[in-house]
């Protein structure tokens, strides 16, 4: 059997990343983690969220690059910005914590609510964080990608990491039962989401990054 995503990450997750008492995020373990994030829509496979996938392949090289080229001026995120003369790094920065930010907050959405489909997850998050960012065609392909993004059941089964720790009585509860109940639901993915929405959060405060549009 092979390994859930989350095994797949240890190691190199947003869970990893240091963050100093400043709010310093380190480069190179963001970008690490940053490409496992990646992995988590190989494995949903197909046409779904390809664009997401894309873009955020694209923006961590260009991030990447510019930490490779003078890594003693950007051992933070932070500093790589402040020091990125040409802004190609800081707006490849700032349209990855966008994708990042989609990510974790349609997949929080999707766990705080066990009746609903991960499209439906994926387009009211779309629609809060990206969508004001995008132009017509933009939105109206993210709209056509939305028609092939899995079922629910699908996409946990794809990532090999169930949504939630059931016990021997609430496996037997129906998606509306579990809803009923969602407070007293742990999910294995909540730490990792958590982590990553932590990140997001020091980032869409940091105003050097905010301008980088």
């Given at each position: 059997m092979s390994a859930s995503w989350l095994e797949s990450i240890?190691?190199?997750?947003?869970?990893?990343?240091?963050?100093?008492?400043n709010?310093?995020?380190?480069?190179?373990?963001?970008?690490?983690?940053?490409?496992s994030l990646v992995t988590l829509f190989e494995r949903i496979g197909g046409l779904a969220l390809n664009s997401v996938k894309d873009d955020m392949t694209n923006n961590i090289a260009k991030v990447e690059k510019r930490f490779n080229e003078?890594?003693?001026e950007s051992q933070t995120l932070q500093d790589?910005?402040?020091?990125d003369k040409s802004k190609k790094a800081a707006q490849g920065l700032f349209w990855l914590k966008l994708a990042l930010d989609l990510t974790a907050t349609a997949i929080r959405r999707n766990l705080d609510d066990p009746a609903e489909e991960l499209n439906t997850s994926f387009t009211s998050a779309y629609n809060d964080v990206l969508k004001p960012h995008h132009g017509f065609l933009a939105k109206k392909a993210f709209g056509l990608a939305m028609n092939s993004v899995p079922y629910r059941k699908d996409f946990y089964g794809k990532i090999g990491v169930a949504p939630y720790e059931l016990s021997a009585e609430q496996e037997q509860f129906?998606?509306?039962q579990?809803?009923?109940?969602?407070?007293?639901?742990?999910?294995p993915l909540s730490p990792e989401i958590a982590a990553l929405k932590s990140?997001?959060?020091?980032?869409?405060?940091?105003d050097d990054l905010t301008k980088c549009k």
């Open positions: 240890q190691g190199k997750s947003f869970e990893n990343v240091t963050v100093d008492a709010g310093n995020i380190n480069t190179e373990e963001f970008i690490r983690a940053a490409k003078a890594p003693a790589l910005v402040k020091n129906s998606a509306e579990l809803k009923g109940v969602k407070d007293q639901l742990n999910s990140v997001v959060t020091i980032l869409n405060n940091f």
